[in-house]
T-cell receptor, first 114, second 113 residues
Framework: NAGVTQTPKFRVLKTGQSMTLLCAQD?????MYWYRQDPGMGLRLIHY???????AKGEVPDGYNVSRLKKQNFLLGLESAAPSQTSVYFC?????????????FGSGTRLTVV | AQSVTQLDSQVPVFEEAPVELRCNYS??????LFWYVQYPNQGLQLLLK??????LVESINGFEAEFNKSQTSFHLRKPSVHISDTAEYYC???????????FGKGTRLSVIA
C-alpha cells in the first residue's frame, strides 16, 4: 500500500550514541515533516523539507539534523542522543505546502535513550 | 504567535452517549483546520478538515466539526460514540501560506461500556 514508511519502529540508545531515523514515501510528495510526540505535549515540529535538497527548522530543532537527498526520503539524525530525546517520532508528507490535502503520517518510531 | 488549544486532555464518556471535543485557535486570518485521530500504537489519520465554504464538515464515521470564526473554535462532535472511537484526537491548524501544521496537545477519548 502507498504511504509513509518509518524505520526502525523501536530503538533503545545509550546516552551519547548516534542514530538515523529513515522516512520513505512513495506518493511523490514534495513536503515532508518530522514531529516528536510526548505525553501532554502533543506533536511538535522538529524539521521539515519543502523539496529535494531543502530543509528548514521547526519548533524544536536542537539536537537533531536532517537531510533530503532524494525526494522520497527524509532522514532524521541524532548525533549524540540525550534522555530528553526519548519520544515517539512521526514522519509525515504532503503534496502541497498549504496542507490542502492534510498530511499522511507514518506509524512512528519509538525511541528510548537510557 | 499561533497556537491551538485543546481544552480537555481526557474525556471519558459512556457508550452511545454524545461527545464534544473542544478546540480553539488563535489567529485573525484565514485558516485551514483539521482533526486527526490516533488509535493505540498507530500513526495519525485525518478525520476531517475545514478549508472554506460550509462551516459544518463531516467524517465518514459520524463525527462532525463546526468552524466558528467569531469564537475561533473548531469543536468536534459525535451524537453517539462507540467503543471503537476510543483514541487520541488532535486538532491542527494551518495559519497561512505554506507554514506547517501546528497541533494541539491532544484529547484522549475513552469510551466506557
Amino acid at each position: 500500500n502507498a504511504g509513509v514508511t518509518q524505520t526502525p519502529k523501536f530503538r533503545v540508545l545509550k546516552t551519547g550514541q548516534s542514530m538515523t531515523l529513515l522516512c520513505a514515501q512513495d506518493m511523490n510528495h514534495e513536503y515532508m515533516y518530522w514531529y516528536r510526540q510526548d505525553p501532554g505535549m502533543g506533536l511538535r515540529l522538529i524539521h521539515y523539507s519543502v523539496g529535494e535538497g531543502t530543509t528548514a527548522k521547526g519548533e524544536v530543532p536542537d539536537g537533531y539534523n536532517v537531510s533530503r537527498l532524494k525526494k522520497q526520503n527524509f532522514l532524521l539524525g541524532l548525533e549524540s542522543a540525550a534522555p530528553s530525546q526519548t519520544s515517539v517520532y512521526f514522519c509525515a508528507s504532503s503534496p502541497r505546502g498549504d496542507s490542502f490535502y492534510g498530511y499522511t503520517f507514518g506509524s512512528g518510531t519509538r525511541l528510548t535513550v537510557v | 504567535a499561533q497556537s491551538v488549544t485543546q481544552l480537555d486532555s481526557q474525556v471519558p464518556v459512556f457508550e452511545e452517549a454524545p461527545v464534544e471535543l473542544r478546540c480553539n485557535y488563535s489567529s485573525s486570518v484565514s485558516v485551514y483546520l483539521f482533526w486527526y485521530v490516533q488509535y493505540p500504537n498507530q500513526g495519525l489519520q485525518l478525520l476531517l478538515k475545514y478549508l472554506s465554504g460550509s462551516t459544518l464538515v463531516e467524517s465518514i464515521n459520524g463525527f462532525e466539526a463546526e468552524f466558528n470564526k467569531s469564537q475561533t473554535s473548531f469543536h468536534l462532535r459525535k451524537p453517539s460514540v462507540h467503543i471503537s472511537d476510543t483514541a487520541e484526537y488532535y486538532c491542527a491548524v494551518r495559519i497561512s501560506g505554506n507554514t506547517p501544521l501546528v497541533f494541539g496537545k491532544g484529547t484522549r477519548l475513552s469510551v466506557i461500556a
